[in-house]
């Protein structure tokens, strides 16, 4: 038989290894904010040219992402969206999905198998390709990084 402290420093041990993939998901983004903040990507050879914007000469969806996190990480917030809205936008939902990991996993319950509900994922999904193709045309221009 296990005595109750046994029994509270092993669900404890179970709390931190079931926090070890969120906290190793925060860490790795925290290392890329860092290293994109340091190393400028509006700076010539750092970073390879997007293959989409190079073969088409179109902005694809993640085109400006780079240089918004760069800006982001040096505090100026409208030059980020300025560069890609769209990935400014996404941030807040990132963060929050991101919470509710930590807290699923410190409570101690299972992982979800869906990010969210379809139709939230496809709206998503439909939002991005409207973003995509708006980019590309003369009147959203505005939203070209």
Do not use: K
């Amino acid at each position: 038989m296990t005595s109750h402290a046994e029994h509270t420093a092993g669900r404890g041990t179970g709390r931190l290894r079931s926090l070890l993939a969120p906290l190793g998901a925060a860490a790795l983004t925290g290392a890329l904010f860092t290293y994109v903040g340091a190393v400028d990507p509006n700076a010539p050879g750092h970073y390879p040219t997007c293959p989409f914007l190079f073969i088409t000469g179109l902005y694809c969806p993640g085109c400006g992402t780079l240089r918004t996190v760069h800006a982001l990480a040096h505090g100026d917030v409208i030059a980020a969206l300025g560069l890609n809205p769209l990935a400014v936008a996404t941030i807040p939902f990132l963060l929050f999905w991101w919470g509710r990991w930590v807290l699923r996993a410190w409570q101690g319950r299972p992982r979800r198998t869906t990010l969210a509900h379809p139709a939230y994922i496809w709206a998503f999904l439909a939002l991005v390709i409207v973003y995509w193709i708006v980019r590309n045309l003369p009147f959203g221009r505005f939203l070209a990084p």
